[in-house]
């Protein structure tokens, strides 16, 4: 599926694809119209969460539908206070989360985010 105003992948990925009420939104880095912009860690989840939610709502679901996240880290250690920050203020739930240090993210990205949204999951 591809999402407008969310830029395509140069992979040959979908941004997100749905299956019955879940919907599995590929990992999101700090990407514009013009490339990767690298920024804080800040920066980075913020986008990257924007990303997350705009294609979650593409598909028809609702940020708040998001059950899972999966948070890449180029640097773990010190960039998991700052995407903490962005996580709390993004949720009202905070949904399951797995975080990992990656040996290394596409274009030089700090941070990469991928999530798993699903209706009805009360």
């Known amino acids: 599926m591809d999402v407008p105003g969310v830029p395509a992948s140069p992979s040959p990925i979908s941004n997100a694809v749905v299956v019955g009420n879940t919907c599995h939104i590929s990992g999101q880095l700090a990407i514009y119209e013009d490339g990767y912009r690298p920024g804080s860690p ?3 989840a ?3 969460f924007d990303l997350v939610f705009k294609t979650a709502e ?3 679901f ?3 539908e ?4 999966d948070i890449a880290f180029a640097d773990l250690e010190r960039d998991l ?6 996580c709390r203020a993004r949720f009202l739930q905070f949904p399951a989360r797995t975080i990992y240090q990656a040996a290394k993210l596409p274009f030089g990205a700090k941070i990469k985010i991928q999530a798993i949204a699903m209706k009805d999951a009360s």
């Open 42 to 44: 800040k920066q980075e």
């Open 46 to 48: 913020d986008r990257a």
């Open 58 to 60: 593409a598909a028809g």
């Open 62 to 64: 609702n940020f708040d």
């Open 66 to 69: 998001i059950v899972y996240v």
């Open 81 to 86: 206070p700052e995407v903490n920050e962005v």
